[in-house]
């Protein structure tokens, strides 16, 4: 871990309004989500945050969906503007594989329009045969209600693989 800060998965660290602003004001994959469907992600996930030591201040989040046996999907990294530059977000990516590596997971996805170098010094690689993902999802966003989100992207590179995506090499 980079000096002075520290990474936890103690879900009564986070500060919950502070990473709902970061995401729906400032991340692209997010802009507009609802602080209910954020509340919903924070229940349905295995969090992440990046603490000062000194202060104790969150500046960084991850969320892991996963069944801890077969597959994980690391999404909604960020990390505060005023904190970048610093090494933190590849910290907290190796910090998420360290974490889920005794669960002997085939596969640990992600997607990202901006950040592919952080994520490739901690193992990640990008997907060689687009062909055989799929996705699933409206054009106009998520299945379902609308919450003022951005539109889903399409493209595999940019959505969870399919559910028998572990078949996939």
Request: charged share 20%.
């Given at each position: 871990m980079i000096e002075g800060?520290?990474?936890?998965?103690?879900?009564?660290?986070l500060d919950r309004d502070l990473v709902h602003h970061w995401l729906a004001t400032d991340a692209y994959w997010a802009l507009g989500r609802?602080?209910?469907?954020?509340?919903?992600?924070f229940a349905g996930s295995l969090n992440f945050g990046v603490y000062e030591t000194a202060s104790g201040r969150q500046v960084g989040y991850a969320r892991v969906v996963t069944d801890h046996a077969t597959f994980a999907w690391l999404c909604d990294v960020y990390i505060d503007r005023a904190a970048r530059g610093r090494g933190l977000g590849g910290a907290l990516a190796a910090a998420v594989r360290d974490h889920l590596a005794p669960?002997?997971?085939?596969r640990i996805m992600l997607a990202t329009e901006d950040a592919?170098?952080?994520y490739e010094r901690v193992g990640f690689r990008r997907v060689a045969d687009t062909e055989k993902w799929m996705?699933?999802?409206?054009?106009?966003?998520?299945?379902?209600?609308?919450?003022?989100?951005?539109?889903?992207v399409s493209g595999a590179e940019h959505h969870a693989?399919?559910?028998?995506?572990e078949h996939a090499p």
């Open positions: 800060y520290v990474i936890s998965t103690d879900p009564a660290r609802s602080r209910e469907k954020q509340d919903r992600a669960s002997g997971l085939r592919h170098g952080v996705t699933l999802g409206a054009p106009e966003g998520a299945l379902g209600a609308s919450d003022g989100a951005q539109p889903a693989p399919a559910a028998n995506a």
